[in-house]
């Protein structure tokens, strides 16, 4: 039996520990909003945060992140949609939008960590793949939020909840 803690709660799946947590979240959890893109850790579709940090959860087995604090875009804002997700809207980021909650995932992970990112931080930080190339409207979204809170730091909703 694994134990995880997804979004705040404490989850037992019986699963092999080798199971990559991607597969755990879509096909045992039902949380779908995390994408299948590639499988290989390349494009970031699979982006959740694991104790805060951006990772690939294709290429992560469950048994490596038991004790941790997993969040995934289901679990990104308690109350409605965090700042990430309105700039996305504002900006119009997405195209299709199957790389979207990764993206958001990986651009919530380094606000959190970092307020105000210059643009070397967002390039290193943010390697998700678009296919559609919005990367002139995700570079906006960001820009524009880092600009539009610059006296206030980021504040995560669901941050104490998953404490």
Excluded at 155 to 160: M, R, S
Aim: with cysteine; hydrophobic share 40%; net charge negative.
């Amino acid at each position: 039996m694994i134990e995880l803690q997804i979004n705040g709660e404490t989850r037992q799946l019986d699963i092999e520990p080798e199971m990559p947590l991607l597969w755990a979240l879509r096909n045992e959890l039902g949380l779908t909003g995390t994408k299948f893109g590639c499988g290989i850790a390349a494009c970031g579709a699979c982006t959740v945060h694991i104790n805060g940090q951006a990772v690939r959860s294709c290429v992560t087995p469950v048994s490596a992140v038991q004790n941790t604090n997993i969040r995934t875009i289901e679990g990104l804002s308690a109350n409605g949609l965090n700042p990430v997700q309105l700039a996305w809207i504002q900006h119009q980021v997405p195209q299709c939008g199957y790389c979207q909650s990764g993206m958001i995932m990986a651009v919530s992970a380094l606000l959190e960590s970092n307020p105000d990112p210059d643009e070397q931080a967002i390039a290193s930080s943010i390697s998700n793949v678009c296919r559609c190339g919005t990367y002139p409207r995700v570079s906006k979204a960001i820009a524009d939020l880092v600009a539009s809170r610059s006296d206030t730091p980021f504040v995560d909703a669901t941050a104490e909840a998953n404490v």
